[in-house]
T-cell receptor, first 116, second 116 residues
Framework: AQTVTQSQPEMSVQEAETVTLSCTYD???????LFWYKQPPSRQMILVIR??????QNATENRFSVNFQKAAKSFSLKISDSQLGDTAMYFC?????????????FGKGTKLTVNP | DTEVTQTPKHLVMGMTNKKSLKCEQH?????MYWYKQKAKKPPELMFV???????INESVPSRFSPECPNSSLLNLHLHALQPEDSALYLC???????????????FGEGSRLTVL
């Protein structure tokens, strides 16, 4: 079974600074997907960024980038130029690359607070 | 339209009541999901519908009964619930199992259920 571990229950950062959220996972699969989802207070969860395991290049989406280390089974999220709107719960998630089942395994989440 | 709409936003029910949660999307997505989320916890998958057929049931008690009347609608019928079933129930949709946008789920804001 796959497991996803987020070792930082809470983090805080000053506006405009950079913060990195950690995620490690355990799997015997070779092909899979990794995700970071963001859940702002009282708002819906949205996808921040996705990484395919077969791609060596780290995914980026504007101020969000990942450091994907397949051998180490590590998938951290870097948020640059943090904004107040980045305050949210961040969930790391894993999914097997297998048709017919789209089951996400979530980590326990990291609560990020961006301070003015 | 990239919205998943859930109704009601809040629901309070007794243990003998029968109620339903509703979810609607008009993005042409062919997979729809029910998740349960307790406070400060990650979402837990309950059910997945793919092309209007139930494809995943995560051993959910029978007091929760899902229904997918058509590709845009998803219901969760509730009967004889327990106080520990109180949680945020999230609906999500995706393009389709194994298809493009793999793993990208679009979530609704949730229905907050309280069982007395």
């Amino acid at each position: 079974a796959q497991t996803v571990t987020q070792s930082q229950p809470e983090m805080s950062v000053q506006e405009a600074e950079t913060v990195t959220l950690s995620c490690t996972y355990d799997t015997s699969e070779n092909n899979y997907y990794l995700f970071w989802y963001k859940q702002p207070p009282s708002r819906q969860m949205i996808l921040v960024i996705r990484q395919e395991a077969y791609k060596q290049q780290n995914a980026t989406e504007n101020r969000f980038s990942v450091n994907f280390q397949k051998a180490a089974k590590s998938f951290s999220l870097k948020i640059s130029d943090s904004q107040l709107g980045d305050t949210a719960m961040y969930f790391c998630a894993f999914m097997k690359h297998r048709g017919g089942s789209e089951k996400l395994v979530f980590g326990k989440g990291t609560k990020l607070t961006v301070n003015p | 339209d990239t919205e998943v709409t859930q109704t009601p936003k809040h629901l309070v029910m007794g243990m003998t009541n029968k109620k339903s949660l509703k979810c609607e999307q008009h993005m042409g997505h062919r997979a729809m999901y029910w998740y349960k989320q307790k406070a400060k916890k990650p979402p837990e998958l309950m059910f997945v519908y793919s092309y209007e057929k139930l494809s995943i049931n995560e051993s959910v008690p029978s007091r929760f009964s899902p229904e997918c009347p058509n590709s845009s609608l998803l219901n969760l019928h509730l009967h004889a619930l327990q106080p520990e079933d109180s949680a945020l129930y999230l609906c999500a949709s995706s393009q389709g199992l194994g298809g493009a946008g793999l793993g990208e789920l679009f979530f609704g804001e949730g229905s907050r259920l309280t069982v007395l």
